[in-house]
């Protein structure tokens, strides 16, 4: 069985990444659901993955061709996998924390914009990074499924995208 070519298959990626996005900001500015800090890095990592499918669709590298052509779509793969990796253990972090019994959750965080301005950026990052009460709320679902758990699933796919991308050969 032959897969299909790469490009449509990253032109797909991008659109679910350009979808995905443009849910959150619906869900923040028409819901009015304002996102955690957790959440923000999550979508930061969606466009990250959206960016890098969208550099494979236009620079169009070919598995077979030539090396450095080879090289090039084995990167884009690799860095799709890592981010949607990094985005999958962000979200599964979140997952966690909403799981918890509440009296065990660290407390709220400054704003985001308050933490840049102040703190220096590796504990910054650290708070970011480690969530709060606020992640833990589950505000809305979709199927019995968190926002957080939507995500965490929508990065494990991509994961699986980047792993299948990685390892195709075309003939």
Not at 20 to 32: D, G, W
Not at 71 to 96: D, S
């Amino acid at each position: 069985m032959t897969l299909p070519a790469s490009r449509p298959l990253y032109l797909f990626a991008f659109i679910v990444c350009v979808l995905l996005l443009a849910t959150a900001y619906y869900m923040e500015y028409v819901m009015e659901l304002l996102p955690c800090p957790l959440c923000l890095v999550q979508r930061a990592a969606f466009l990250l993955i959206g960016l890098t499918c969208l550099a494979a669709v236009l620079h169009n590298p070919q598995p077979r061709p030539g090396r450095h052509r080879a090289i090039a779509a084995r990167a884009y793969a690799v860095g799709v996998t890592l981010l949607a990796a990094f985005g999958a253990a962000t979200a599964g972090r979140q997952v966690w924390l909403q799981h918890q019994p509440s009296d065990q959750l660290p407390s709220c965080l400054p704003s985001l914009d308050y933490m840049i301005d102040v703190l220096p950026v590796l504990e910054m990052l650290t708070l970011l990074f480690s969530g709060t009460a606020d992640c833990a709320k589950v505000t809305w679902t979709f199927l019995g499924l968190s926002i957080a758990e939507c995500t965490l699933l929508a990065f494990i796919g991509f994961a699986l995208f980047g792993l299948v991308q990685l390892v195709r050969s075309e003939d």
